[in-house]
């Protein structure tokens, strides 16, 4: 994993109240980087997931219609950004809806060396609590932008994956409760 993310990129990462991670694009898509708002969200420490692919926080979820998304948006550059609802679980193995952002980072040569991705606990999240996500979201991407291009990048896709606050927060109900019929190792 060759792949070093640029001190200013790395640092806004760091310092974000929003859960990110940044992932490169080979070696499976790993991890290279998360803050410490994903640690408090998923239990894992970054020594425990930087080189893995974040998957592993599906563990055996079926997750069919996430999984086409995310596949399509990393398999065709057509697509910018993703936005779905995912099955994961903390690492002591209890499970929550997690509201799942990606985007493309676009270098000037037009090779895309790295994904950026949110996450977002929205299990038992109230309109007012994803909205405020929502808001923190934007203005975390509206400051990245500058700070990807200080580094030849553009942060690809635009605000318009977020939005649809009640239906999500309906679809992470209904989620859980299958998650409540179903066993997980």
Do not use: W
Not at 50 to 66: H, M, S, Y
């Amino acid at each position: 994993m060759n792949q070093i993310i640029p001190r200013h990129l790395s640092d806004y990462c760091r310092d974000s109240r929003v859960a990110l991670a940044i992932a490169g694009v080979t070696d499976d898509h790993a991890l290279l980087t998360v803050n410490a708002p994903f640690e408090a969200l998923t239990g894992y420490t970054a020594a425990e997931v930087v080189g893995k692919n974040c998957r592993l926080l599906q563990r055996d979820a079926p997750n069919a219609e996430a999984r086409e998304r995310i596949h399509e948006f990393l398999g065709d550059d057509r697509h910018v950004n993703v936005r779905t609802p995912i099955v994961n679980f903390r690492k002591d193995g209890r499970p929550f809806v997690n509201l799942l952002y990606m985007s493309k980072l676009r270098a000037g040569d037009g090779s895309i060396p790295f994904i950026f991705a949110s996450q977002f606990d929205v299990s038992h999240a109230q309109p007012d609590m994803l909205a405020d996500y929502d808001r923190e979201l934007g203005l975390t991407l509206s400051r990245l932008t500058p700070l990807v291009a200080e580094s030849g990048m553009v942060l690809e896709g635009s605000l318009m994956t977020i939005g649809n606050t009640a239906a999500t927060i309906a679809q992470a109900k209904l989620t859980l409760a299958e998650l409540d019929d179903m066993r997980f190792p």
